[in-house]
């Protein structure tokens, strides 16, 4: 059974950094996307980061560039997002999500496997 397991949310201030894990067990993702999303509420799920995971090829969306980054560790099958100069706005339940094969993988639709989310709460 694949499982994909977050962790690392939780409650910061403005301007702090937070680092979310996604582990993955029951296959590996080696020929594929690996994505981060978000949902605050009220609003629909959007793109945060991708990652190749072969070749570490990333991409982000533009509200996270530059404060944001994605990895992977292919020894401990996870995933990790690096925020910094967190703001208010970054506020969100952030979901990890695997397989998919396109091309950047923007779109949550492209993903087959989903973990349960970890919270983020960036506090003004």
């Known amino acids: 059974q694949v499982q994909l397991v977050e962790s690392g949310g939780g409650l910061v201030q403005a301007g702090g950094s937070l680092r979310l894990s996604c582990a993955v067990s029951?296959?590996?993702?080696?020929?594929?996307?690996m994505g981060w999303f978000r949902q605050a509420p009220g609003k629909e799920r959007e793109f945060v980061a991708s990652?190749?995971?072969?070749?570490?090829?990333?991409y982000y969306a533009d509200s996270v560039k530059g404060r944001f980054t994605i990895s992977r560790d292919n020894a401990k099958n996870t995933v990790y997002l690096q925020m910094s100069s967190l703001k208010p706005e970054d506020t969100a339940v952030y979901y990890c999500?695997?397989?998919?094969?396109?091309?950047?993988?923007?779109?949550?639709?492209?993903?087959?496997?989903w973990g349960q989310g970890t919270q983020v709460t960036v506090s003004s």
């Open positions: 990652i190749r995971w072969s070749s570490g090829t990333t």
């Open positions: 029951g296959r590996t993702f080696s020929s594929y996307y």
């Open positions: 999500a695997g397989g998919c094969s396109g091309l950047g993988c923007f779109d949550a639709d492209k993903y087959d496997y």
